[in-house]
């Protein structure tokens, strides 16, 4: 299965942008490439999703190179709220691997 | 709508207890997962399913079985539980295709001493 490469951590000052990387090189032309978040003592929850095109939702925008390889989470304007572990996921088109692998993701943390 | 709901939220076994974990979703879908996430680490999968009545074992699955015997629920069972079963425990469900979201419980913290 592909894998994904994150940062373990990262900081940003609040109001201001934040550029998550991910690097997925074995990524495969079906898999689409989801970003999960976690903040603290919760579940995680969606993000966004994408499978070639830049995606843009309420909630961040994803930036997808060109040849695939990585991708970049792009949150416009951080808030203290926005503080959290962030996971990039591949998922594969085949129905018996679909479920989510998570790996370590990126601890963001938000400065006032 | 409640989404996914995890029962029940905390729980301390004694070592060699046994218990279940009832996860329920009311959006029809059909994928369901157990994930557990031990301190400072992601989530692994446990086991999942892909329909009523059909599941299958993820990345950590011994210790552990399942049932799907509803389309909504989807049930984690410990039969003798250990202290390397102390973590916490999320459900997720989604649908079928790739191009979905998953939703999440807010989890289930068990304690086995």
């Known amino acids: 299965d592909a894998k994904t490469t994150q940062p373990n951590s990262m900081e940003s000052n609040e109001e201001e942008p934040v550029h998550l990387p991910c690097n997925h090189s074995t990524i495969s032309g079906t898999d689409y490439i989801h970003w999960y978040r976690q903040l603290p003592s919760q579940g995680p929850e969606y993000v966004i999703h994408?499978?070639?095109s830049n995606v843009n939702n309420r909630m961040a925008s994803l930036a997808i190179a060109e040849d695939r390889k990585s991708s970049t989470l792009i949150l416009h304007r951080a808030t203290l709220r926005d503080a959290a572990v962030y996971y990039c996921i591949l998922r594969p088109p085949d129905t018996g691997r679909r479920a989510l692998t998570f790996g370590s993701g990126t601890r963001l943390q938000v400065q006032p | 709508n409640a989404g996914v709901t995890q029962t029940p939220k905390f729980r301390v076994l004694k070592t060699g207890q046994s218990m279940t974990l009832l996860c329920a979703q009311d959006m029809n879908h059909e994928y369901m997962y157990w994930y557990r996430q031990d301190p400072g680490m992601g989530l692994r999968l446990i086991h999942y399913s892909v329909g009523e009545g059909t599941t299958a074992k993820g990345e950590v699955p011994d210790g552990y079985n399942v049932s799907r015997l509803k389309k909504q629920n989807f049930l984690l069972g410990l039969e003798s539980a250990a202290p390397s079963q102390t973590s916490v425990y999320f459900c997720?469900?989604?649908?079928?295709?790739?191009?979905?979201?998953?939703?999440f419980g807010q989890g289930t913290r068990l304690t086995v001493v």
């Open positions: 997720a469900s989604s649908y079928l295709q790739m191009n979905t979201e998953a939703f």
């Open positions: 994408g499978l070639t």
